[in-house]
């Protein structure tokens, strides 16, 4: 798959949403792989997601693994990725442990 294919997935579906908007589908729960960030709470770490895509998967194949996951789920790991690598400042949301 080339980068346009995988890049192209994403035109026109989550473009929509601002990267601050997407950046707050990722989160940290301490009681969730020890903090790691996660995607909306659930037992989904952001590496685990952009392992499957390093390892070669497409965004079809991992929507389809996760039926609860969305395509902008995918891109706020990219984007969390990136802003990581660039070792860019920017606040993000704890879940409160559950009562």
Not at 38 to 58: N, S
Request: with cysteine.
């Amino acid at each position: 798959m080339t980068s346009d294919t995988f890049l192209g997935s994403f035109v026109g579906k989550v473009n929509l949403m601002t990267e601050t908007d997407l950046l707050a589908r990722i989160t940290f729960d301490p009681q969730i792989f020890d903090g790691k960030p996660i995607i909306r709470g659930r037992r989904l770490a952001v590496e685990h997601v952009l392992g499957m895509l390093a390892a070669g998967d497409t965004t079809a194949e991992l929507l389809a693994a996760y039926p609860w996951l969305e395509e902008a789920d995918i891109q706020a790991c990219l984007i969390y990725a990136r802003k990581m690598v660039a070792q860019e400042r920017f606040e993000l949301f704890t879940l409160a442990p559950a009562a």
